[in-house]
């Protein structure tokens, strides 16, 4: 089984619905993130949490929410969902003093019409 | 800008000949990661390297770091056919709260 799961895997929505991708994990790590990334321009980091009560804002982070709703679990919602919010997204998780490596999921596709 | 550009953006090369790709970046690093993805799936880890070491190998793989001139390149020895896939080069910056920020990253082709 994987170890870093996102659901769903696609979503088509229309412009200014609330979607909310979902990101759960069992490798117990405390660290968790959230990317989008978009063609020719690598991963670019929306939110992440060093814990359950620890959430910060990453480098583009306006136009979206976050959740971690318990250690396994790191929510990101979309309020009012818009075209240029078109994009792959990706969870991600690491442990705190360990090796530095991130653990990624598969993806969401999020399409915005 | 990005911190991490990566150089090419695309490479093709015929199986069993060598990979090298290159990444530049702007500011004081604790390390560089390098990044592996398949068409449209999930990150996979390859290979770090510390501000303080120079080269590492990991199996086919062969990292540098200059910090000097800010760069850092991956070497595939022997490329396969599996190879295919889009690398990118992630720094953990200096008082950057272990965040990572990645490079705009290179396609490989490998073709048989």
């Known amino acids: 089984d994987a170890d870093v799961t996102q659901t769903p895997r696609n979503r088509i929505t229309k412009t200014g619905k609330r979607i909310m991708l979902e990101c759960s994990q069992t490798k117990g790590h405390d660290r968790m993130y959230w990317y989008r990334q978009d063609p020719g321009l690598g991963l670019r980091l929306i939110y992440y949490s060093f814990d359950v009560k620890d959430i910060n804002k990453g480098e583009i982070s306006d136009g979206y929410s976050v959740s971690r709703q318990a250690q396994a679990k790191f929510s990101l919602s979309l309020e009012s969902a818009i075209p240029n919010q078109t994009a792959l997204y990706f969870c991600a998780t690491r442990k705190s003093g360990g090796a530095d490596t991130q653990y990624f999921g598969p993806g969401t596709r999020l399409t915005v019409l | 800008s990005q911190q991490g550009e990566e150089d090419p953006q695309a490479l093709s090369i015929q199986e069993g000949e060598n990979a090298t790709m290159n990444c530049s970046y702007k500011t004081s690093i604790n390390n560089l990661q390098w990044y592996r993805q398949n068409s449209g799936r999930g990150l996979v880890h390859l290979i770090l390297?510390?501000?303080?070491?120079r080269e590492k190998h990991s199996g086919r793989l062969r990292v540098t770091l200059d910090t000097s001139k800010k760069s850092s390149s991956l070497l595939i020895t022997a490329s396969r056919a599996a190879d295919t896939a889009s690398y990118f080069c992630?720094?953990?910056?200096?008082?950057?709260?272990?965040?990572?920020?990645f490079g705009t990253g290179t396609q490989l082709k490998v073709e048989l």
């Open positions: 992630a720094t953990q910056l200096t008082g950057g709260g272990n965040k990572l920020t």
């Open positions: 390297i510390r501000s303080n070491e």
